[in-house]
């Protein structure tokens, strides 16, 4: 077991990744992440070739399934068919160690940032597991597929207890420490491995005190009270901003998530009398300790990129010198395009302040990503027609003008956002029980046709809908219900003849072949039902369309949310590229169609906005017929 970040295997592992890539036998990251779509795996839910799941696949379960990095091995030539260019694993750091502790399954309570949880090992052991996943990242490359790693930089898992009128308690609140103490940072005691809170271990830890691997916290350089934030549970998701609306950068929301236990990864030690604490790890000490953490991990097990867990609640500052530090180490190692994708849960406005793409600074770049919670919000309901079609493409109008500073073309948007259906912190799956599969497959070819790098949700190809209550209902009690074990279904879990898995499989091989779907610049079009008068669809059950145009290539996707009527009529499409008239066909539809049409040239057509013309003349239109929830991709 590796104890500190000046061990000599970690200095070594990181000497040996360098002479690696030196000698041109280091897994590369891909030239352009567009080229890949990533798919979500919750290791513990999702596969164990040795055992069934510890409770039943289906029901509400806050406890281990048991899934293994060997379940994930057993089923990468399925991904690999299924179309995916990169897995993202949910954190593998160990957690802490009681068995009977709620919700210590998921993997973002970090007890150990430098080794592996054992429990994720076919034997549960740290030998296998560390061998178990080294086998799981060289088998993914070896088919072409890369690998992400889910980390945390915000917070530790329950690694300590706070120190009431003598007492230890879990969890309390900001205002209790206000009230009683105007403002003074509660004593913790540090818990061992059996989930108890230590007397002897208050702020501190005897001399010559000796530790197991499940006790406290490590690296060892972490094992300090002030690293922590000891404020209690937060109080809300709301980011401070100024009177402008700008997010202030040194305020942010502060607090632990429940028991897991907030860093002070902004700790800052110039202040008079830290000089040794200086000398070892820097100015910010608990931000060095993270980078090398997971410096490590990356050069030990050859990851391909980072999600970094909430990261709206980290101070932007030391987001950006996080994201900085891990491409410097990652081109040290070979890795010339390692990927870092932030969860920020916010809208666009505080996404960018933590994006690199939106830094002003020369030589501050931050964070390439993040998930794309703005087009999330809208995305779902669009493709199931409860929300107006124009919240669509409202979400890329904004976008677009925010960014027309910032990058060269619009195209480039894609590279800064990671876009889902859904993920394991909803209460409901995409595929929700009262949705229907045309639905869900519109929704995913409008996923796989919009800018972005694609992420689909393990089990989403399987038509999971989420856990049931005893009388098989829906049950959405916190986020479990869209944590399922995948392995438990029944009768097949993973197969390849699904609906939604061939459906995935075409969208996937269509985005392949076709570059404008992944680099593409975005323009949504109007349509006509006369050939005559043209505008944008709007309303509940409208048409959505729009085209993807690189160099002289159109990609044009059409998509009906009605779920009664169907379309016939023309869509907009670029006149320049189709004066001399070229046939699009049908390169995917969710009702199987194939065909096309010649692109027609049609005279003083007219073009309105909000009931009145404002354009007339020439344009270029495409004939199309959608039925009830068809999407089609032409092309």
Known sequence: MIKRLDDPFVRQTITAARTAAQAGTLHASPVDWRDVWIYFILIDRFNNPHQAPAGAWDRYYSRRQGGTFRGVTAQLEYLRELGCGAI?????AKNPRPEDWEYNYHGYATQDFLNVDERFGSDGTRAAAEAELLELVSEAHARGIYVILDIVLNHAGRVFDY?????????????EIMNRTLGAEPAVRWLNGLGFARA?????????????????????????????????????????????????????VRGDFDTLRQLLVEYDATLPGQEQLRNSLGKNPVLTALIQAYAYLIARYGFDGFRIDTVKYVHPQMIEYFGNAMREFALSIGKKNFLTFAEVYDDEQTIAAFVGRNSSEAGSFGVDSALDFPLFYKLPATAKGFTPVEALRKVFEERKAAERALISSHGEAGRYFVTFLGN?????RFNHPLANADQITLGYCLLFGLQGIPSVYYGDEQALDGTKDPQGQPDLRA???????LWGKTPLAFDQDAPIYRAIQSLSQCRKALPALRYGRLYFRELSGNGQDFGHSEGLGGIVAFSRILADSEVVLVANTNTGQSFEGFVLVDPDLNRAPRRMSVRYSNRGKTGGDVVHLIPNARIFQAGAAVWSGEIAALYVE?????AQVLE
């Not at 993202?88 to 593998?92: A, D, N, R």
């Not at 120190?163 to 205002?175: A, C, I, L, M, W």
């Open 88 to 92: 993202w694993l949910s954190p593998v």
């Open 163 to 175: 120190v009431f009128d003598g007492q230890s308690r879990e969890v309390f609140t900001d205002p």
């Open 200 to 252: 002897d271990w208050e702020n501190g830890f005897p001399l010559g005190s000796s530790f197991s691997a499940d006790d406290a916290v490590f690296p060892e350089e972490l094992r300090s009270h002030v690293f922590f934030r000891r404020r209690g549970s937060k109080l809300t998701d709301a980011v401070p901003r100024d009177a402008g609306g700008q997010v202030l950068s040194n305020e942010f």
């Open 424 to 428: 394991h912190d909803q209460k409901e």
């Open 479 to 485: 986020n479990e219900s869209s944590r399922e074990a």
């Open 626 to 630: 959608l039925d009830p929830m068809e």
